[in-house]
């Protein structure tokens, strides 16, 4: 019963980094044009894209266990993506 409480917990933080990544990338969006699809832009304070930090928090969900550097980076992005 404690090891399904732990595994949710993890699961949970996973998925409130990706709604509170989506929510600042919603935020972020603009329209080139008027038919034009919506263009998200890299974050102002990291060299990498959104899309790649979105594909990073993926990947680090499919791991059990996660490293120290792991955590502190998804720490960082929690940080960096507040709306």
Known sequence: ???TRKVNNFQDRFTKLRIRMLGWADKNKFQTSQN???KILDHP????SFKEDLTLVC???NHMELTRVQKLFLNQLWRMYKV
Do not use: I, P, Q, V
């Open 1 to 3: 019963m404690a090891e």
């Open 36 to 38: 034009s699809d919506f």
């Open 45 to 48: 304070d990291r060299n990498k």
């Open 59 to 61: 990947k680090f969900e």
